[in-house]
């Protein structure tokens, strides 16, 4: 049997994006509940470790491969030129740039320096999606203009 490296690449890109999109989609709510808590309770140093946990075990490590499979794609493409997969690489990059904030903000509770409330973190926490949903588009009608 031979192997399809295209479809092997594109089977771990779909996976990894995943679970990267599944982190970055509960860490900002996370951090919603989080900021209600008061900086010496039980519960703060409990969203402290899952927020570790989730960026180290999950996040950090999809991202990276996410970002490794997809551009094995694009190595094994025949036409890489196209204004969709242009546009979907800025989006990702987006992305890679929230996560990075993200990874910040988890920073700021650990050392206590956290400064935003509730209500801002519930408005990051449609950042994702709304990449999410462009990059989505992108890959299923890959405009070309």
């Not at 960026?55 to 493409?77: A, D, E």
Request: charged share 15%; net charge positive; proline share 3%.
């Amino acid at each position: 049997m031979e192997i399809n490296y295209y479809n092997l690449f594109k089977f771990l890109h779909i996976v990894f994006f995943t679970t990267w999109m599944a982190g970055l989609f509960y860490l900002p709510r996370l951090y919603v509940y989080h900021s209600g808590t008061k900086s010496n309770s039980t519960e703060y140093r409990i969203f402290l470790t899952m927020e570790k946990k989730l960026m180290k075990y999950i996040m950090n490590p999809s991202m990276i491969l996410t970002w490794v499979f997809g551009v094995l794609l694009v190595l094994h493409l025949e036409n890489h030129n196209q204004f969709w997969l242009n546009l979907k690489f800025v989006l990702v990059f987006l992305m890679s740039v929230f996560h990075m904030y993200c990874a910040k903000i988890r920073k700021n509770f650990e050392n206590k320096l956290n400064t935003k409330d509730e209500k801002f973190f519930r408005w990051i926490n449609e950042v994702p999606t709304i990449l999410f949903l462009l990059i989505v588009f992108l890959v299923v009608f890959q405009p070309n203009i």
